[in-house]
């Protein structure tokens, strides 16, 4: 199943109808009340679900142009940069690479992620632990996550990663 720019919005408004789906704020809560490494490895696991209703078309190569020099900065760094880096955006800690960020729209911002996972799943950037466990409440997030549809799932990642980094503007 491939999603357009404009079947995606279609869905969003549909999955702004929290009378039907008080999964969405609910799942935001808890995921936002997650340490930084559950925060991550969450959506990294979101990723591996959801990869393949995610298209590269649907994330659009203009958008990337516009993330392309912060990822061509992470992945010249060391994989305990690069890791120091997401939890700096996570935990919205003030950094050259969180204001970078927050200039993003939301959408470039999720595009900013999903280019990052697909680094991770070609070794360029540093992988998730084997062994890696989640807490109770990771794991609960990411079940919550997984029985949402496309949108409403698109609808909780983008308030998360819109709320990470530094917006270089904001007082
Ligand atoms: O523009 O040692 C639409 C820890 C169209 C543990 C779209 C770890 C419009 C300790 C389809 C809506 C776990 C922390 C866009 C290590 C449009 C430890 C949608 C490592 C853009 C090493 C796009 C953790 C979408 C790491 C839906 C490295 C994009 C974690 C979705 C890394 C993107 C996690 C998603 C990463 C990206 C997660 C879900 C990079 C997830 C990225």
Redesign the pocket.
């Known amino acids: 199943m491939t999603?357009t720019?404009d079947s995606?919005s279609t869905q969003f408004s549909g999955a702004f109808n929290y009378s039907t789906s008080d999964a969405i704020p609910a799942t935001i809560t808890v995921f936002k009340a997650l340490n930084?490494?559950d925060q991550?490895?969450v959506?990294?696991y979101?990723?591996t679900e959801?990869g393949r209703s995610?298209t590269p078309a649907?994330?659009?190569a203009a958008?990337l142009q516009l993330a392309e020099g912060l990822l061509n900065q992470i992945q010249q760094m060391s994989h305990a940069e690069?890791?120091e880096v997401?939890?700096d955006l996570a935990t919205q800690r003030n950094t050259p690479v969180s204001r970078s960020y927050g200039i993003f729209s939301v959408?470039t911002k999720?595009?900013f992620?999903?280019e990052?996972?697909e680094l991770?799943a070609k070794g360029l950037?540093?992988?998730?632990?084997a062994g890696?466990q989640l807490s109770r409440d990771g794991s609960q997030v990411l079940e919550t996550l997984k029985e949402l549809d496309f949108g409403q799932?698109?609808t909780v990642?983008r308030k998360v990663v819109s709320d990470m980094g530094v917006d270089p503007l904001a007082d």
């Open positions: 999603f720019s995606a930084v490494d991550l490895a959506l990294w979101a990723y959801m995610i649907a994330t659009g958008r690069q890791l997401m939890r959408n999720l595009a992620w999903y990052l996972s991770m950037v540093i992988p998730v632990p890696y799932q698109i990642l």
